[in-house]
């Protein structure tokens, strides 16, 4: 059994920052890929950023320059710093992890997402 748990959304103003935090636990043998994505109300969810086993990191357009996803592997936990929030950047933000949790068993998991708000 495996489990995603994020933490760090809420309401903050136009410019503000936030932190969101996903720490996976249980079963796991090995985590490879592990990101970031987001879901706002009428639209389809969409990856805001992806951190590789060894640290690469790819993001979206729309968030360069202001989100930086990391990971601390002995912790088997990442984290997306947000920063110049923008009320567009108001959604649903999903964790997602791609984990080995035996020598034949490799699935990708779900946060069970964590609310973030910016207001205008």
């Known amino acids: 059994q495996v489990q995603l748990v994020e933490s760090g959304g809420g309401l903050v103003h136009t410019g503000g920052s936030l932190r969101l935090s996903c720490a996976a636990s249980?079963?796991?043998?090995?985590?490879?890929?592990m990101g970031w994505y987001r879901q706002a109300p009428g639209k389809q969810r969409e990856v805001v950023a992806i951190i590789s086993s060894g640290g690469n990191t790819n993001s979206a357009d729309s968030v360069k320059g202001r989100f930086t996803i990391s990971r601390d592997n002995a912790k088997n936990t990442i984290y997306l710093q947000m920063n110049s929030l923008k009320p567009e950047d108001t959604a649903v933000y999903y964790c997602?992890?791609?984990?080995?949790?035996?020598?034949?068993?490799?699935?990708?998991?779900w946060g069970q997402g964590t609310q973030v708000t910016v207001s205008s």
């Open positions: 249980g079963s796991i043998f090995s985590i490879y890929t």
């Open positions: 997602n992890a791609d984990i080995r949790t035996s020598i034949t068993r490799r699935d990708v998991y």
